[in-house]
């Protein structure tokens, strides 16, 4: 610019020269600008620099000085100016996209076909995952590094197909040269040598070729001596000693020696076999020749066999001695006096007898000796000297056991139970010298509740006990102790009675009778007196508040009782009647006449008035009852257990079941035996856990076992008295009452 000198104005302005205008900021050291500069040159200056950018473009190399460069990575660089930066970048951008050139002109890098933002995500196939440098799964990539994984692994894989290729080349090589070499081998193949140490050279080196040719001549000498693979299997196939021959020097059989093969299919096995035989053979020989001829007591055998012979209460009380297992020559006799046979028990007692062997040996039923006065609770020792001769030898020998005596415990009956109390009897089958210990045991928790001691013990122990609790299962324990020996017995379970509700609670009361013909006047005593036995359960409810049942239990010789064609029984519904096919071919025949309902005296008493004939007599005719014992159990366990018979017993209330019979429970046996008396210990238990009270009347109450196992118990009174209910040999009507309120107070 140059100085004007015009005083006129533009554009509202006076004119002033740039020279005239004087720069008066600070020096600016990179466009080479000084304070006190003229606006002209501040202009100048300021033109050339971008007339510079825009001619040479980023060979300007603008200073960079604070920029964070750290993600570009730049081995060993911190640049400040530009070029370098842009060049790392479009490094690092060849890289990523593979190209390995930097991008032209032409190639904008801000162009959108040019971005990898834009490029989709593979998922990679499981073979090509990999864990990146810090361990963590790799499964997708984007497309250009997906491409690179891809070049990568095709690359490698081409690598290794160039070296299987190159190992293949040297494999087939080999292989010609072998194929091609015929021993001795010529050429770069040198035949290999070993060293023999049987056959050849023994020890030295030596060539294949030359052991070969000397394995093969030895071959055919043993083929020559040993045979053919045919003549061989002919020979393993010649022997007519099988596995299922006895041998000759044992018992038993070829097949059951051990190293015997029942089926040899090679020459060393049937070597063995051959070995086995002799063997045998030989032993069997030598015992020709040791016992071909025995003479004199070599052919005498003592031998014995004893027995324990027990009382009725289960103790030994006598030895029976069998000799059948000796071996006397007829020629041989038993001299006067022996043998001598001596049992010894713990305390040094003995008894002494003799024995003619001789004559006993062929005698099955053998020879008894009694102990009475022995101590038959311990072992008893047994010593037996053997004596016989004949006119040139007499043959002695001593032999002796130990018998084991089984002592027996006691069967234990529990009467008089309650919630707290009871009594445990049995009988006493030890005597008066004997100790005996009852503990009383919880079940659940292990805990012995008390221990009674009974010395001097009676023939016959009642042993009360008490502190117990309702409705439990307690374990009655004898431990016997006499002459020195200890047993203890098995535990005897029992369940105490629960604490049945008060019969102002309310009742319900089941009366199961006996249905057999024998029944008839009892029933007709019930009938006469129903109407005071109603009233009797009515006031003991309390306020109307009770509930009746009425069962039979009848037993015949089908399924069809007497009375099948009554139309009072055929118009019961059919879940209150029971025909059960028992063990012995009877049927036991169980009818629900009434069950259940609030106060229903009336029909109670129309349904037992129909019993016996009823009033025309015509009708509900008596049962058969087939012989024996009678299922009045069988029919209580119906009306207690899940057949319900009667129906449902209601809960808090006082719960009766009285039975009215003539004879003994038979369950479905027809029988009073061991498993019957299981049923009724489980009726007593059952009972007790749920608050039920059975009250048993008629003569049958006095009926008393005679089986074995169940001898003298009386079945009846034990589920009444073990129950808490009562029993009375009487069935009237007022005395089933009065049992009644005897068992409410």
Not at 159 to 176: E, F, G, V
Not at 614 to 630: A, L, N, R, S
């Amino acid at each position: 610019m140059i100085p004007t000198s015009s005083s006129a104005s533009t554009n509202g302005c006076d004119n002033i020269s740039s020279n005239c205008v004087v720069w008066q900021g600070p020096n600016i050291a990179c466009i080479d600008l000084c304070t006190g500069d003229t606006i002209s040159d501040v202009t100048a200056k300021l033109a050339t620099k971008v007339c510079d950018l825009i001619t040479n473009g980023v060979d300007a190399n603008p200073n960079l000085a604070g920029l964070n460069l750290t993600c570009l990575n730049i081995a060993g660089k911190n640049p400040t100016e530009l070029v370098p930066v842009l060049q790392e970048m479009v490094n690092s951008i060849c890289a990523n996209t593979g190209t390995g050139q930097t991008p032209t002109a032409s190639s904008s890098l801000s162009s959108k076909s040019q971005t990898t933002d834009s490029l989709p995500i593979m998922t990679l196939p499981a073979c090509l995952q990999y864990n990146d440098a810090n361990g963590n799964p790799v499964t997708v990539l984007r497309l250009d590094l997906f491409a690179s994984l891809i070049a990568n692994q095709v690359c490698s894989n081409l690598q290794s197909i160039q070296l299987i290729n190159t190992t293949l080349t040297s494999y087939d090589t080999r292989i010609s040269t072998l194929e091609a070499c015929v021993l001795p081998c010529s050429g770069v193949v040198a035949e290999k040598q070993v060293i023999p140490t049987c056959i050849i050279n023994v020890g030295k080196l030596t060539d294949v070729s030359v052991l070969l040719l000397a394995l093969e001549t030895r071959f055919c000498a043993l083929e020559s001596a040993v045979g053919l693979p045919s003549a061989i299997n002919s020979a393993i196939t010649q022997t007519d000693i099988i596995g299922s021959y006895a041998t000759l020097s044992t018992t038993g059989t070829y097949g059951s020696t051990t190293g015997y093969n029942n089926s040899p299919s090679t020459l060393a096995q049937s070597m063995q076999n051959a070995w086995v035989v002799i063997d045998d053979l030989y032993d069997a020989i030598v015992s020709i020749q040791t016992n071909c001829c025995p003479t004199g007591c070599d052919n005498v055998t003592f031998a014995y066999t004893t027995s324990n012979i027990l009382d009725g209460n289960g103790i030994i009380d006598s030895v029976n001695f069998n000799f059948t297992g000796s071996s006397i020559p007829s020629n041989f006799t038993t001299p006067s006096g022996y043998s001598i046979i001596t049992i010894t028990d713990v305390d040094g007692s003995s008894i002494n007898t003799t024995a003619d062997v001789a004559q006993l040996q062929n005698n099955g039923t053998g020879f008894n000796v009694s102990i009475p006065t022995l101590n038959r609770y311990a072992d008893l020792n047994i010593t037996i000297d053997f004596k016989v001769s004949d006119s040139s030898a007499v043959c002695e020998s001593r032999e002796t056991s130990v018998i084991v005596p089984n002592l027996p415990c006691p069967n234990i009956i529990f009467t008089g139970m309650t919630a707290t109390a009871g009594t445990a009897t049995w009988t006493n089958i030890y005597g008066v010298t004997a100790t005996l210990t009852l503990d009383i045991k919880d079940k659940n928790t292990g805990v012995v509740i008390a221990t009674y001691t009974i010395n001097n013990p009676p023939s016959s122990i009642v042993q009360p006990f008490t502190g117990l609790t309702g409705a439990t299962t307690y374990e009655a324990i004898v431990t016997v102790l006499i002459d020195g020996q200890t047993k203890i017995c098995p535990a005897t379970e029992f369940v105490t009675t629960s604490a049945a509700a008060p019969c102002t609670n309310g009742m319900d009361v089941a009366f199961v009778i006996d249905y057999s013909g024998s029944m008839t006047s009892i029933i007709a005593n019930v009938q006469a007196g129903v109407a005071g036995l109603v009233n009797t359960i009515d006031t003991s409810s309390g306020a109307a508040n009770y509930r009746l049942a009425l069962v039979t239990a009848d037993e015949e010789q089908t399924a069809t009782p007497i009375y099948s064609a009554c139309v009072d029984y055929t118009n019961l519904p059919s879940a209150q009647k029971v025909a059960s096919l028992g063990p012995n071919g009877t049927w036991q025949i169980v009818t629900s006449w009434e069950q259940f309902q609030d106060n229903n005296g009336t029909t109670f008493t129309t349904e037992l008035n129909k019993l016996a004939g009823g009033v025309d007599g015509t009708c509900v005719q008596m049962g058969d009852g087939v012989g024996g014992p009678e299922p009045s159990d069988y029919a209580a366990q119906l009306v207690v257990g899940g057949a319900g018979l009667a129906g449902a017993f209601r809960n808090n209330v006082a719960k009766y079941i009285i039975i009215i019979t003539d004879n003994l429970p038979g369950g479905q046996q027809d029988s009073f035996n061991s498993t019957v008396w299981s049923g009724i210990q489980n009726m007593i238990s059952v009972a007790n856990t749920q608050g039920i009270k059975y009250f048993v009347v008629g003569p049958g109450v006095n009926g008393v076992g005679s089986n074995p196992g169940v001898a003298g118990i009386y079945p009846w009174k034990e589920l009444a008295t073990q129950t808490g209910g009562t029993w009375n040999a009487s069935a009237d009507a007022n005395d089933i009452s009065a049992d009644i309120v005897a068992g409410c107070s």
